[in-house]
């Protein structure tokens, strides 16, 4: 009885954007991605960073069937990410932050100055490491709007250190 109890759990929470929802064409929204977004990411975790703003950019510049690509560029740095991103057939959008196009050294500068790794990987250092992943943002149009939620997945972390937060785009 528990292992049907769990099964049904399982399966329940697995479909919760599928129920009810009309599906899209997801390589036609991918294409209207590109372009230019902007908005802000307001962090929740770690505790330090707590309501702590960045203003950003994404800029798509292509797409392939469903899947688009592109960089973030970030006010309070030069560091800029290469994106990769998809949308799924209910339109939800997520991309992450590959790698670095361009360094702007808040890290690496922050490995050199103490050489300890466990020192960088706290706010505010921790927060230009590759590999934050945006996603739970369903495409609207009229306005063209994605509101969603980002973490920094490292399972070397703990929960209550793992960056996250939410984030809002606007396309211009």
Not at 14 to 22: A, V
Not at 45 to 68: K, M, Q, T, W, Y
Not at 77 to 86: L, P
Request: aromatic content about 14%; proline content about 2%.
């Amino acid at each position: 009885m528990k292992f049907l109890k769990l099964l049904f759990i399982i399966l329940a929470s697995s479909t919760y954007r599928c129920s009810e929802q009309e599906t899209v064409d997801c390589e036609k929204v991918a294409a209207e991605l590109i372009g230019e977004w902007r908005g802000s990411s307001i962090y929740s975790n770690p505790r330090s960073a707590n309501g702590s703003i960045h203003e950003f950019s994404l800029v798509v510049s292509g797409s392939d069937g469903c899947n688009f690509m592109g960089i973030t560029t970030y006010e309070s740095s030069i560091t800029t990410f290469n994106v990769t991103g998809s949308v799924d057939i209910f339109g939800w959008v997520t991309f992450t932050e590959e790698s670095k196009l361009e360094d702007g050294g808040e890290y690496n500068d922050c490995l050199t100055r103490t050489n300890s790794s466990a020192i960088c990987n706290s706010w505010p250092d921790l927060r230009w490491k590759e590999g934050n992943k945006f996603e739970d943002a369903r495409f609207k149009r009229d306005p063209y709007i994605l509101n969603g939620n980002f973490e920094r997945p490292n399972s070397f972390e703990k929960w209550w250190q793992k960056l996250r937060g939410t984030f809002s785009l606007s396309k211009i």
